[in-house]
């Protein structure tokens, strides 16, 4: 027997597109903003392009999967994007978040800030898909050089925003600019959006009960 597909989609399907839409909405909105993010119970400012390669060339486990996550891999990544990571005092704040996190009382605090550090990665690569919803995101610093080209001659070789370097402009704004540069260079471009995933779901979930599957 077919599903009714508004039945389908109210049951199954609504909260999650209208949840997922919600964080795209007010991901987009930060994206221009010089927002901070709080990632177990430390703030963190956007991850930039020159903040990956940092963490590429410190062979960190958490962005490249290349081994065991250990605490002091938490506290590397912490620290990398942290906000107090600055200035002449910087060491003296590191120490004092390094005593914060490892005082924190969880049932398992690895655990537990790993999964908050995958929600943070998870924000700063939400528009980063390509021309499909398939088509992975980029992974390492490999995709570095030909996204600060195509930006500096699309856009210029600053931020038009606040002046800065592509390689320190938050990720997350880095998206939007070449959302925006793709449909100026082809304005039938699909815009692909986590969003769309669930609505994929819907779709096929329909087409099988339809063909008996």
Known sequence: MALD?????????????????????EAREQAFVDDTFIVYGERLRGMTARDLLHLQVVQSPIIY??????????????????????????????????????????????????????????????????????????????????????????????DPLDGRAWADVPLPRIWQYLKAVRVMEDPKAKDYSPSDKILMEWQLEMNQSQNGI
């Open 65 to 158: 999967s290349t081994g065991k996550i250990t605490v002091a891999h938490v506290l590397q990544f912490l620290w990398a994007l942290h906000t107090r990571n600055k200035g002449t005092f910087r060491f003296i704040h590191r120490k004092r978040m390094m005593r914060r996190v490892l005082s924190r009382r969880s049932s398992d605090p690895e655990t537990a800030a790993i999964m908050e550090i995958s929600e943070y990665i998870g924000k700063m690569f939400m528009d980063s898909g390509g021309k499909s919803s398939g088509e992975s995101k980029p992974i390492g610093a490999c995709w570095l050089a030909p996204i600060m080209v195509r930006l500096s001659q699309a856009v210029g070789p600053l």
């Open 5 to 25: 597909a508004q039945a389908l989609w109210a049951e199954k399907y609504a909260a999650r597109f209208a949840d997922a839409k919600f964080q795209e909405d």
